[in-house]
């Protein structure tokens, strides 16, 4: 088979992998321009908060594994591709300097065995690194028990690493990934934090140069949300635990592709999308406005409010809290407000040392006013109503947003 045909095959097989915020497109174009369930190119987030283009493709789909939640498969009857090292890199390559790409997002099935696979994919970087000096973006895909020298090799070269969780309890992972285990996975999760945090220590050497950089990205995982039973609680209570025991700079929550009939999975008709979106801001609470996942859920109310972002929901069920003072309340106070960023709420307490806080001046900080309102006295005044209880105030928000989002389903990913 030539590159090309590989290429189509392994693209394909890599877009039920997330690498961004939103899971695959199923609106397929045969005739016109555009396709946007065909895998290929992703986007992707560098520290700095610029968005990058991926060349997103697996190294091989010949995998020896079986997860029933899994296209690749080995009891799947479908194309089988894999790359050469060399195949990849120049590939690669040529795109990026076609400028269609600016990176590349690399993942594989397990290939003959876990090790082998890693040191393919090694062999890969070791060409675009130091054959062709490629100096781009890598995000490449730890293969679950491989040996810690090969991931200790792999970190020199790429700029981010995921080892995938997949799924979120030993006992679901038994079930649909039996050649998996939980300390297959935990295990380079582990080692990889051990080494981001030494290499971040380290000093630099003779004469100022500094230690090589090792995963300067950071490493990240994925969850699929909806294959098994657990609640939203499980799945946010084991991010909290990444982000505070691992260091992880994301956990990626991918709604659950129904791509098998496989008795097990559950018989879903669309992927849980909404209840992804859900997580997605749920995280973003947990990383930035430091909520506590079990503040914002709990054993008798274990899943999110798929009408209501978590922030709003936390609001209304904390409406004891409010109104907060805008010229008074501490900076974590201002987090909790619906209708108050992390920009805004700088942005506020920078404003408040010079100035008294006016609705007007919130405005103009980038405040959403018309949800804020509700929550907060600027200078004393409350310009909410306050004949509003909570199930009144649930209704108004969900019409709010209904105004916005009767012409399509999209929500918005992270409502202030
Ligand atoms: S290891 Fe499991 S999830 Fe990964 S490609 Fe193979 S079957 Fe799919």
């Given at each position: 088979?030539?590159?090309?045909?590989?290429?189509?095959?392994?693209?394909?097989?890599?877009?039920?992998d997330v690498s961004c915020s939103s899971?695959?497109?199923?609106?397929?174009?045969?005739?016109?321009?555009?396709?946007?369930?065909?895998?290929?190119?992703?986007?992707s987030w560098t520290a700095?908060g610029?968005?990058?283009?991926?060349?997103?493709?697996?190294?091989?789909?010949?995998?020896?594994?079986?997860?029933?939640?899994?296209?690749?498969?080995?009891?799947?009857?479908?194309?089988?591709?894999?790359?050469?090292?060399?195949?990849?890199?120049?590939?690669?390559?040529?795109?990026?300097?076609?400028?269609?790409?600016?990176?590349?997002f690399?993942?594989?099935?397990?290939?003959?065995?876990?090790?082998?696979?890693?040191?393919?994919?090694?062999?890969?970087?070791?060409?675009?690194?130091?054959?062709?000096?490629?100096?781009?973006?890598?995000h490449?895909k730890?293969?679950?028990?491989?040996?810690?020298?090969?991931?200790?090799?792999?970190?020199?070269?790429?700029d981010r690493m995921s080892v995938n969780i997949?799924?979120?309890?030993?006992?679901?992972?038994?079930?649909?990934?039996?050649?998996?285990?939980?300390?297959?996975?935990?295990?380079?999760m582990?080692?990889l934090?051990?080494?981001i945090?030494?290499?971040?220590?380290?000093?630099?050497?003779?004469?100022?140069?500094?230690?090589?950089?090792?995963v300067?990205a950071g490493q990240s995982t994925q969850l699929?949300?909806?294959?098994?039973?657990?609640?939203?609680?499980?799945?946010?209570?084991l991010s909290e635990?990444l982000y505070?025991?691992y260091n992880l700079k994301r956990v990626y929550y991918s709604?659950?592709?129904?791509?098998?009939?496989?008795?097990?999975?559950?018989?879903?008709?669309?992927?849980?999308?909404?209840?992804?979106?859900?997580l997605y801001?749920a995280d973003w609470?947990l990383r930035f406005?430091?909520?506590?996942?079990?503040?914002?859920?709990?054993?008798?109310?274990?899943?999110?409010?798929?009408?209501?972002?978590?922030?709003?929901?936390?609001?209304?069920?904390?409406?004891?809290?409010?109104?907060?003072?805008?010229?008074?309340?501490?900076?974590?106070?201002?987090?909790?407000?619906?209708?108050?960023?992390?920009?805004?709420?700088?942005?506020?307490?920078?404003?408040?040392?010079?100035?008294?806080?006016?609705?007007?001046?919130?405005?103009?900080?980038?405040?959403?006013?018309?949800?804020?309102?509700?929550?907060?006295?600027?200078?004393?005044?409350?310009?909410?109503?306050?004949?509003?209880?909570?199930?009144?105030?649930?209704?108004?928000?969900?019409?709010?947003?209904?105004?916005?989002?009767?012409?399509?389903?999209?929500?918005?990913l992270f409502?202030?």
């Open positions: 088979m030539d590159t090309e045909g590989k290429l189509i095959i392994l693209a394909d097989a890599a877009k039920y899971s695959g497109s199923q609106r397929k174009n045969p005739s016109g321009i555009g396709n946007a369930s065909l895998g290929g190119i992703c986007h700095d610029r968005c990058v283009s991926l060349l997103k493709v697996l190294f091989s789909n010949d995998c020896i594994y079986d997860c029933a939640y899994c296209v690749n498969r080995r009891s799947v009857d479908r194309p089988r591709a894999t790359f050469t090292p060399e195949e990849l890199a120049v590939l690669t390559i040529n795109f990026y300097r076609r400028n269609y790409i600016e990176g590349l690399l993942s594989s099935g397990v290939y003959k065995s876990p090790n082998h696979t890693m040191e393919c994919l090694l062999q890969t970087l070791l060409l675009l690194r130091k054959k062709y000096r490629f100096g781009g973006y890598i490449t730890v293969i679950p028990g491989s040996d810690p020298a090969l991931v200790d090799a792999f970190g020199q070269y790429t997949e799924l979120p309890t030993e006992k679901s992972l038994t079930l649909l990934a039996p050649q998996k285990n939980k300390e297959s996975i935990l295990r380079p582990k080692h934090t051990k080494r945090k030494e290499n971040q220590l380290e000093k630099p050497t003779w004469r100022g140069r500094k230690a090589p950089l090792f300067p699929i949300v909806g294959a098994t039973p657990e609640d939203d609680l499980t799945v946010l209570r635990n505070s025991h709604a659950y592709v129904p791509v098998s009939d496989n008795p097990l999975l559950p018989a879903l008709s669309t992927p849980p999308l909404r209840r992804e979106n859900r801001q609470l406005y430091r909520f506590k996942a079990s503040e914002l859920l709990d054993e008798k109310r274990p899943y999110f409010d798929l009408d209501l972002d978590p922030k709003t929901d936390w609001a209304l069920r904390n409406l004891q809290f409010f109104p907060v003072e805008v010229n008074k309340a501490s900076y974590e106070q201002l987090l909790r407000v619906p209708g108050i960023g992390v920009k805004s709420a700088k942005r506020i307490v920078v404003a408040r040392k010079n100035n008294i806080i006016s609705f007007e001046l919130l405005s103009r900080l980038g405040v959403v006013i018309k949800r804020a309102q509700y929550f907060i006295t600027c200078n004393g005044v409350f310009r909410g109503d306050k004949t509003m209880d909570k199930t009144r105030l649930r209704h108004h928000f969900l019409a709010e947003r209904s105004k916005f989002t009767s012409y399509g389903q999209q929500l918005f409502e202030s």
